[in-house]
């Protein structure tokens, strides 16, 4: 394979730019193509079948593309449909959950873990399952929190209405003494302020973005397949519709609108 094709990364929208930041952090030299289903969007309320199904479109649109690697920056679409697309990709497919697990599963002192994800994420109990794969004895709370997905793209981070929801979300968990919560969703790193504040200093945040970042590099290094760095990235970014308030988000989320890192498109895109 050449080692200087692009990486290609998927969301239902605009909340995978969270892990498409900590790429371009992480793995400078590499070349992103990013498809984000703003048409589709929320998959987070959408059932199995569907999100398979946009997820599976999705991945042959970027595999047309010739990418080396497919990330999967959706939670939801990682928990309902990388198991059944990464048997059907001839290149590596890797999620967001099981990097966050592992990273969860190290940082409990009390084997007590909060999960917090959307309604798919939390009741495919996919972030349990390698938990308890890799913890047997831990146990894991899990916590839809629909409303910060919205809360988010309507800019409200550092608000009092935010901090309210963030608290009457969190109670439960932090009834059960967890120590460890696992932002499950690819708003919720960009609520990491208001989270900490409401769980307390001595919770442990695992942002599942960060930790498949680190997890791409190490399976890029591995098959000897990390880009050269001959010349400088010129990424692409597709968008099923809404171009308009994508960009306006990935100005507020990657270093310089992505622009530092080389050249930046942008295309509205039907699938
Ligand atoms: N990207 C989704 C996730 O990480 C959140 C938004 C949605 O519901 O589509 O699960």
């Known amino acids: 394979m050449d080692r200087n094709l692009p990486i290609g990364v998927f969301d239902s929208g605009v909340g995978g730019l969270t892990v498409v930041k900590e790429i371009m ?3 400078p030299q590499e070349e992103i193509i990013y498809f984000g289903d703003t048409a589709r969007v929320p998959y987070g309320d959408k059932s199995k079948e569907t999100v398979t199904a946009y997820s599976r479109q999705i991945t042959r649109f970027l595999l047309s593309k010739q990418v080396k690697a497919v990330v999967v920056a959706c939670n939801t679409a990682s928990a309902y449909a990388l ?11 890797l999620g967001v959950i099981e990097p966050g697990a592992k990273t969860a599963a190290a940082a409990t002192r009390n084997g007590r873990i909060g999960v917090i994800g959307t309604e798919g994420t939390i009741r495919s109990g996919l972030y349990e399952a390698y938990l308890r794969g890799i913890r047997p004895d831990s146990q894991v709370f899990g916590k839809a929190c629909p409303l910060f997905v919205p809360l988010v793209e309507e800019g409200w981070i550092e608000d009092d209405v935010t901090r309210q929801v963030s ?19 690819t708003h919720y790193p960009l609520l990491r302020n208001v989270i900490q504040e409401t769980a307390g200093e001595a919770v442990t945040l695992v942002n599942p973005a960060y930790e ?31 171009a308009e308030k994508f960009r306006k988000f990935a100005h507020s989320i990657l270093p310089c609108g992505g622009a530092e890192a080389g050249e930046v498109f942008l295309k509205v895109f039907s699938l």
């Not at 198991?83 to 497919?93: A, F, K």
């Not at 608290?167 to 969703?185: H, K, P, W």
Request: net charge negative.
């Open 167 to 185: 608290r009457r979300y969190l109670s439960e968990l932090l009834a059960q003494n967890v120590d460890t919560i696992v932002l499950g969703c």
């Open 25 to 27: 952090n992480q793995l």
């Open 83 to 93: 198991d059944t697309i990464r048997t059907e990709s001839p290149v590596p497919m």
């Open 212 to 242: 498949t970042a680190c997890e791409l590099r190490r399976m890029l290094t591995d098959r000897g397949c990390l880009n050269d760095g001959g010349k400088a990235p010129a990424h692409m970014f597709y968008v099923s519709d809404g």
